[in-house]
């Protein structure tokens, strides 16, 4: 018994010795770029942070509702979006500014909100 034992447990390690490859539909920089958001902080209208920073520029993001069925436009998705922008302006904090949200129909969205904030780049531990 301990002979089978012995040589099925070989034959395993053997199998996983081999050069296995795994392809896979997912791209990486896909992937980094849907968390990237999470590395830019939120700071909400009426505050700042207690450190210095360096301003980046502005930045908005958006949030549609474009058919009647679909979700209605919400404010965290449009201040991830701008959360996205920053991000991409090489931030890692966003000052919302002002959020407005329209429930007036346009030609484009049944309801859209709408953040304007700037990008900015505070200095962290790290970066010294």
Known sequence: MKKI???????????CASEYTFNSNLDGQAINDYFKVGEVT?????????VPYELKGMVEG???QERPNDAP????????AARYAAADKGANGL????????????KT???QTLCVGQ???????TDK
């Open 109 to 111: 969205c049944v309801t």
């Open 119 to 125: 990008a900015i780049l505070i200095q962290t531990n």
């Open 62 to 64: 958006e949030s549609c």
């Open 42 to 50: 939120l700071y909400p209208e009426g505050t700042e942070p207690t």
């Open 95 to 106: 000052l919302i500014k002002r959020c407005v949200m329209f429930d007036q129909p346009s």
């Open 73 to 80: 436009a919400s404010m965290g998705a449009a201040r991830t």
């Open 5 to 15: 034992t012995l040589a099925l447990f070989a034959l395993l390690l053997a199998g």
